[in-house]
């Protein structure tokens, strides 16, 4: 099993932000539910629905969608995420709950 990370994505550069000596970042959106997430450490896993790789995600990537702007996720909770490449490795760079 190969375990995506996205703790250097926080900073990861955009296509808004790019300069010509780093070009935009290519953004892709993917679907998956949420194996685990432990809310006091703030990081869990995404199994994604296409492939096999679990996706690691902090809490500092996902969406706040409550009105307090707390950012979390349960077991087995559907979530859209978006991942973009980061010295040669995909990174989650946001993550969104589904309704």
Known sequence: MHIVYAEEAISAPTANNA?????AVVEKKYYGTVKW??????FGFIT????DEEVF???SNIVPIEANGRRSLSQGQ???????????EQ????VTPLP
Not at 19 to 23: C, E, H, L, R, S
């Open 57 to 59: 995600v902090h809490f």
């Open 91 to 94: 990174h989650v760079v946001r």
């Open 19 to 23: 300069t010509n000596a780093n070009p």
């Open 78 to 88: 559907r979530v859209e995420y978006v991942m973009t490449m980061l010295k040669d």
């Open 48 to 51: 994604p629905d296409i492939g």
């Open 37 to 42: 997430f432990d809310k006091q450490s703030g």
